[in-house]
């Protein structure tokens, strides 16, 4: 009777499972070489690669094997490879016969997959041992992973002669195109090279090489693989000659992604990145002859941030390449007028400005900081909006004092600048004309999100990386208005011919210069797209002829005229508050004030101050006057003054005003005989203001410097008289400036002029230590 074992059954069953989970769970070899840096575009296609550390073309597998060659590569090392489960008992049987008839190795038998455990496991010595190890880790192979994956696995690590590891390097290398864009020919001949590599170098090898290409090419045909048209087209198709270089169609942004370990997928558009390279090139080509050498330019999605085009710099191609290697997307550079567009934001939230209200432009002197319009013209006051689609320097450097320095530097970092770190005394006031240094990707980030804030976009990831575009500080009705300025704004004479062109196209966009003609900008964003341009010297040398106007605004546009149009976002009615204004002033419509209109703030923004200058004035009868009821007492009873409300200007900007506003009424002198006691002001100090801390400096030739008093009169023929600290200075006729050179301390400046009206002013004079 036999005897049976009731657990022998179970022990079958774990014996075959334990075999089992250990094929399944065998580790499968991976070969740990370094891999080429690389990045590729949003279509997969490659962009631009470094060699490896070991000195190879290695690209990582995974890319899915274009048809063609997996076609030619299964006819050629593999016929039955879609249905063996890792080794070939046929293959392997004829391997064998050859081997004995010829009494060596002639032939391996290995499967496609063997070959792979082979190429990961770094060719290993062949021996008897190794190859029935390959079997199975084969059979492994197959059983954890597809066949397209170990077609994928085989065409990233097979060598394709010389430093060329894998199918993409090949396929770069060798005919300078993707693998998905080879044609029959070209595959053939990568798909007979992993079996000896060393076919690809020129010399007799290549006669061999042509033939085994056109014998595979025969088998195709046979297989029914290629028609005989496609079969004789592919035989006159040449051999490959030297390698060609991979692409450097982006090489900064290669650079920057260096530390990444491999290749990086971007959202960078082939087509676009190609084209904004060739415009600065052929830009800078021409600036080159006025010693401007560089350029750089950055297209981004506006609402997810990705990177479309990245060109870092001018000239990498040149055979004396100088500052080229320089990304100057990532270089801190003075940020000019780029600034303007977030302080004129900010101040509209917080009620210190409307679009249309009149701001001071005026020679303007601030301690010892002058600064000046890059245009030295002066129109007294100005739209607000208007002063910053011209980017005049004077409104807005007096709009950062009152909006305050500190306050502003929040705003610039919570609009996603990281570069202005130090404290707001060491900013000072020029941070606004560019006396702090920022970023290409950052400045165009924060239009982006500006306008994105426009738009009522809330934040969204870009594809690449993760990255998120920083969050506007500003409100969205704040937003809305501040872009809207830069897309209709009137523009300074140098940029007319761009501005319809920017307006037809809803392109909200602004340049900026830095000091010296070192750095000259222009950023442009739409709801789909934001553009930047720097263009200068990497060195930092400064040139007359840099000046953004005629040097970025051009290639802004240019590259502008590569993307589809966008429409212009509508107005956030239930972000922004209708609010009367002076149609005049431009300021919140006061009581005094006869012409009004509509006009938008934002709406959590608090009111602003009313109208200052419009006001009740007193007329002689026949308006040819001014006159006080006590100036008409004379002309007997029943004479009475007419009262007019009318806008009047302070003196000081009146006599800047009047050259430009043709429709400015300026108000008639005093009636013979006036008596004073007017409650207006024809006498102004125009420099210094109330409180001015002034710093004396020496010439340099080194003498003592002086400190030039300024004084308006809306009386032309009036005489000022000066006074300072009850020393008389002297008198002024038509231009009342006075040179003086007061100690260090406060002063009393005292001005009259010759009908006995009197100004004051207290002011100080640093010394060399405060």
């Excluded at 012409?595 to 200058?613: D, I, V, Y």
Aim: net charge neutral; aromatic share 8%.
């Amino acid at each position: 009777m036999t005897r049976r074992f009731p657990g022998g059954a179970a022990l079958v069953c774990v014996g075959a499972g334990t075999f089992l989970f250990c094929l399944l769970t065998l580790a499968t070899p991976r070969r740990q070489a370094p891999l080429s840096q690389a990045i590729r575009d949003r279509e997969g296609n490659l962009l631009g690669a470094a060699v490896a550390a070991d000195g190879q073309w290695r690209f990582p597998p995974g890319r899915a094997v274009p048809e063609r060659f997996a076609v030619a590569i299964t006819a050629f090392e593999d016929k039955r490879f879609y249905l063996h489960p890792g080794i070939d008992p046929l293959s392997l049987a004829r391997a064998a016969a050859q081997d004995i008839a010829s009494r060596r190795v002639v032939s391996g038998g290995s499967t496609l997959t063997m070959q792979t455990v082979r190429l990961l496991s770094g060719n290993p010595a062949r021996t008897f041992g190794e190859k029935v190890r390959e079997a199975v880790l084969a059979v492994a192979l197959e059983l954890r992973y597809t066949k397209r994956d170990i077609l994928e696995l085989y065409a990233g690590n097979a060598p394709f002669g010389g430093n060329v590891v894998g199918l993409e390097a090949a396929s770069w290398r060798y005919f300078n195109r993707s693998p998905d864009s080879l044609t029959w020919a070209e595959a053939a001949t990568l798909a007979v090279l992993p079996n000896q590599p060393a076919l690809v170098h020129p010399g007799a090898n290549r006669d061999r090489l042509g033939e085994k290409r056109d014998r595979l090419l025969g088998r195709l045909l046979a297989l029914g693989a290629i028609d005989p048209g496609e079969y004789r087209l592919a035989l006159a198709e040449p051999l490959p000659d030297k390698p060609w270089p991979l692409p450097r169609l982006a090489p900064h942004y290669l650079d920057r992604n260096r530390d990444r370990g491999g290749p990086v997928d971007t959202d960078i558009d082939r087509a676009l990145q190609v084209r904004v390279t060739e415009i600065l090139e052929r830009r800078s080509a021409r600036l080159a002859a006025s010693g401007i050498k560089n350029a750089a330019a950055l297209v981004i999605e506006t609402k997810t941030g990705a990177i479309l085009a990245y060109a870092g710099n001018t000239g990498m191609d040149r055979e004396n390449r100088g500052d080229s290697d320089v990304d100057m997307i990532r270089a801190k550079r003075s940020s000019g007028s780029l600034l303007k567009p977030f302080l004129y934001g900010a101040m509209l939230d917080a009620g210190l400005l409307l679009p249309r209200q009149l701001v001071v432009d005026i020679p303007t002197r601030i301690g010892s900081y002058k600064p000046e319009n890059n245009v030295p013209v002066y129109q007294g006051v100005v739209r607000a909006d208007q002063a910053l689609s011209r980017s005049l320097n004077v409104p807005a450097v007096r709009e950062l004092r009152e909006f305050g320095i500190a306050p502003f530097l929040d705003v610039l970092r919570r609009s996603g600048f990281t570069t202005f770190t130090r404290p707001a005394d060491e900013y000072g006031l020029p941070l606004i004309l560019g006396g702090g240094e920022c970023t290409m990707e950052e400045a165009a980030r924060a239009y982006a999100a500006l306008m994105n804030r426009a738009v009522g976009y809330r934040q969204v990831a870009g594809a690449e990386n993760g990255e998120r575009l920083p969050e506007s500080p500003l409100s969205r009705g704040a937003a809305y208005l501040t872009l809207k300025a830069l897309v209709a704004g009137t523009r300074p004479e140098e940029e007319a011919l761009w501005e319809s062109w920017a307006s037809g196209r809803n392109i909200a966009w602004k340049t900026g210069t830095s000091y010296g003609n070192r750095d000259a900008w222009a950023i442009g964003t739409t709801p789909s797209y934001t553009v930047a341009v720097w263009v200068g010297n990497a060195t930092g040398e400064g040139r007359p002829e840099l000046k953004s106007a005629t040097t970025a605004a051009p290639a802004l546009f240019d590259i502008f005229s590569l993307l589809p149009q966008s429409a212009w976002p509508g107005e956030p009615e239930a972000e922004l508050e209708r609010v009367r204004v002076c149609s005049r002033s431009g300021y919140l419509a006061g009581p005094n004030c006869d012409e009004t209109e509509t006009g938008l703030k934002p709406l959590r923004a608090t009111s602003a101050h009313p109208c200052p200058w419009c006001r009740p004035v007193s007329f002689s009868p026949d308006g040819a006057w001014r006159a006080t009821a006590e100036d008409l007492a004379s002309l007997g009873p029943g004479t009475f003054p007419l009262i007019q409300n009318r806008f009047v200007l302070p003196p000081v900007l009146e006599w800047w005003y009047v050259r430009h506003a043709v429709n400015y009424r300026a108000l008639p002198p005093w009636i013979p005989g006036h008596k004073g006691g007017s409650v207006e002001s024809d006498l102004s100090i125009a420099f210094p203001e109330e409180g001015t801390n002034a710093y004396i400096p020496v010439e340099l030739d080194g003498s003592p410097g002086a400190l030039i008093l300024q004084a308006v009169s809306r009386d032309r023929e009036s005489v000022l008289y000066w006074d300072l600290d009850g020393d008389y200075l002297g008198d002024t006729r038509e231009y009342h400036e006075m040179a003086v050179r007061p100690k260090p301390g406060d002063h009393l400046l005292t001005v009259t002029d010759s009908g006995g009206r009197s100004v004051t002013r207290r002011f100080r004079v640093l010394s060399e230590n405060e």
